[in-house]
C-alpha cells in the first residue's frame, strides 16, 4: 500500500467553483489507448462523457489495453453520430 500511496499521488490539488464541478461532469472527453496485440498494436481514440469513462475503467486492469491520453473535448468540435452517443 505504501508503494501504492506513492506512485498514485496527485502532483497538484485546487479548489474549483460549483460551476466548474458542473461543466466537467456534463462534458465530453477524448480518450486516447493503445492496445499491444502481439502482431499488431493499435492505438484508438474514443470520446466519452462520465458514463462511458466509468465503463471504460471498469476492471480495466484485466485489460491488455492502456491509457495514453486524457482531453476535453470542447463543445463546439463535431463528431459522427457514433462517437457522441
Not at 461532469?25 to 496485440?37: A, C, D, L, M, N
Request: without cysteine; hydrophobic residues 40%.
Amino acid at each position: 500500500m505504501l508503494y501504492h500511496e506513492k506512485v498514485v499521488t496527485p502532483i497538484e490539488s485546487k479548489v474549483i467553483s460549483r460551476k466548474e464541478l458542473e461543466r466537467l461532469q456534463s462534458s465530453k472527453f477524448r480518450i486516447t489507448t493503445v492496445t499491444p496485440f502481439v502482431k499488431g498494436p493499435t492505438m484508438e481514440t474514443y470520446v466519452l462523457d462520465q458514463f462511458g469513462m466509468d465503463l471504460l475503467l471498469e476492471g480495466y486492469k484485466e485489460y491488455a489495453q492502456f491509457l495514453v491520453g486524457v482531453e476535453l473535448v470542447e463543445a463546439s468540435e463535431k463528431f459522427p453520430k457514433r462517437f457522441t452517443e
